[in-house]
Nanobody, 123 residues
């Protein structure tokens, strides 16, 4: 599975950005697609994930109500709509593919990773 993330950029606090992740190769409909992020000097953390087959989603508490993950099965693409962005959302965002959905996912839950895309939110 190859994952290609796109859509990062710079925005002022309160603004919006949309990230996309295109999956190719041996994609599995039963798999989960997720987004993680890593801020400078911090560990990579879970943001959100979606189940390919039924669209079930999970979010970390800090982004609930602001971020929305969705998927397009026909295009093998997952989108992360980020609204009301805050400076603390600044990080490199990574999309990843794994085999199960849980309230919180960890790096070891994911099997494939895309290259990160930078999101910078200025105050």
């Amino acid at each position: 599975v190859q994952l290609q993330a796109s859509g990062g950029g710079s925005v002022q606090a309160g603004g919006s950005l949309r990230l996309s992740c295109a999956a190719s190769g041996r994609t599995l409909r039963s798999s989960v697609m997720g987004w993680f992020r890593q801020a400078p000097g911090k560990e990579r953390e879970f943001v959100t994930a979606i189940n390919w087959s039924d669209g079930t989603t999970t979010y970390t508490d800090s982004v609930k109500g602001r971020f929305t993950i969705s998927r397009d099965n026909a295009k093998n693409t997952v989108t992360l709509q980020m609204n009301s962005l805050k400076p603390e959302d600044t990080a490199v965002y990574y999309c990843a593919s794994g085999g199960r959905l849980a309230k919180t996912l960890y790096e070891y839950d994911m099997n494939y990773w895309g290259k990160g895309t930078q999101v910078t939110v200025s105050s």
